[in-house]
């Protein structure tokens, strides 16, 4: 999927809005656990309901690979379901891979090639020849780790080297990498005051914002300083919808979270216009 192809979703759907598929057995409605793919099943409602009002499906990769070969194939019909059924929404496979040359390329064919992911997210800390490797894939997107949104995030990513923050290091080094046009980085919700010097670097690049909701992050707030005439902003949340509810009624109420956030990024929009 091409950038402006995601930006004519989000002003036809008046949405920014993507939902993580961190699909946990431990947590989904009791009665899916008769079923014979539970995951996928659980998957499949949730998109059925929610596919309106978000422009974008991120799966965490991990909460497949914990379940081995069953989640796995879980995630495999989950992503063939969204593409065969719901060709215009964009897929992030939320994998965080993160290796050099040859290995980096094989992590891309499995998720660009096999799977058909539109994105992937990527630990930018080996470099150059850990990230380039994914960006050589036409019309497939890669998502740079910047600025999370965990306690940890402290810990590398705002020290300064040289009196510039990492942070900003990974963001203007990577705007040098051939492809880099495919590039979009997350930043976390809940460092929405980092965003306006995040704009200095990177102006025109979609940013996938995680830790609105659940996490406290500002919906208003990401959208004041990261906003952009493009849009350029995919908004995440993940438990707040697909576990508003743990009975029956899951799907419904998962719709009913998508769409409350649906109407606030309609009203950011209209701002905008």
Known sequence: MTTQELVAQIHKKQSFLCIGLDTDLEKIPAFLLEEEDPIFSFNKAIIDATHDLCVAYKPNIAFYEA????????LRKTIKYLNSNYPDIFTIADA??????NTSTRYAKAFFEDLNFDSITI???????????????ENKHTILLALTSNEGAFDFQTKKIEDKELYKEVLSVSTTYKGAENLMYVVGATKAEYLKEIRKIVPKSFLLVPGVGAQGGSLKDVCEYGMTKNIGLLINSSRGIIYASDQEDFADAAKIKAKELQQEMKKELERLN
Do not use: C, N, T
């Open 123 to 137: 630990a930018p800390y080996m470099g150059r020849d850990s990230v380039e490797p994914f960006l050589a894939f």
């Open 96 to 101: 965080k891979r993160g290796d050099i040359g």
């Open 67 to 74: 379940y081995g070969v069953q989640g796995w194939s879980a």
